[in-house]
């Protein structure tokens, strides 16, 4: 079967533009114009991803990814915001909003195909993955769940493969390129400032019990998951 993105776009020739680019590649493909009607669709056709423009009327994209990253059911839909908003500030708060990955206009067909190749992939969790525990943060990969002394914690994929990875990997420090290659892969379009952003989500979700401390910056060479003081 193939995946079936939601375009949430405004603007119908950029509608049109990305509906003819998706399914040359055999992606089937949802539209909608504004929030109301994206809610509406991924309610009823379940979207395995979100084309989601920023500028949107009434409801931003903004707005309608941080609402679906703050429901259960749509916490682990994987989003990529497209924007004409191309600073550093404004790739920070679409990446703080919930989105998994960031494009500017004008963009390239062929880099959004394979950054919703990207993406997806990111988005399937590894079926044969054991489960890791360190004290009482738990996290099962079969199940994607996380808990800290027994009690759900919400994040979403990327954030779950990031902690996965640091809970496997624990004392040793990596670079952010080195994060990139492992948790987004290595035919990733991230940026690696991008990196900066999910550790610091990743933290406020660990913030309860404290378990924030472990996620360790050590300056000029990037971070490092550990027990132990740094």
Not at 16 to 24: A, G, K, S, W
Not at 31 to 47: C, G
Not at 121 to 150: C, F, Q, S, W
Request: net charge negative; hydrophobic share 40%; glycine share 4%.
């Amino acid at each position: 079967m193939s995946p079936k993105i939601l375009v949430v776009e405004d603007d119908q020739a950029i509608r049109e533009m990305l509906r003819f680019v998706l399914q040359q590649k055999h992606f089937d493909i949802l539209e909608a114009e504004n929030a109301e009607q994206a809610l509406r669709l991924i309610h009823d056709r379940s979207p395995s991803l979100i084309l989601l423009d920023w500028m949107l009327p009434g409801m931003s994209g903004v707005d309608l990814a941080r609402k679906l990253k703050e429901v259960q059911e749509t916490s682990n839909l994987p989003i990529i915001m497209i924007t004409a908003k191309g600073e550093e500030e404004d790739m920070v708060r679409g990446l703080d909003s919930g989105a998994d990955d960031y494009v500017t206009k004008p963009f390239s067909p062929r880099e959004l195909v394979a950054r919703i190749r990207a993406v997806l992939r990111r988005a399937v969790p590894h079926k044969n993955d054991e489960p890791v525990g360190i004290r009482g943060l738990m996290l099962d990969p079969t199940t994607h769940r996380v808990t800290i002394e027994e009690e759900l914690v919400e994040m979403g994929p990327t954030e779950f493969r990031l902690l996965h990875f640091f809970m496997t990997h624990q004392d040793r420090v990596y670079s952010r390129s080195q994060l990139l290659d492992w948790v987004w892969g290595t035919n990733s379009y991230v940026e690696e400032r991008t990196v900066d952003v999910y550790v610091r989500r990743l933290r406020k979700v660990l913030e309860l019990e404290q378990y924030d401390k472990m996620l360790q910056t050590i300056r000029g060479v990037g971070y490092r998951f550990s027990q132990h003081a740094a």
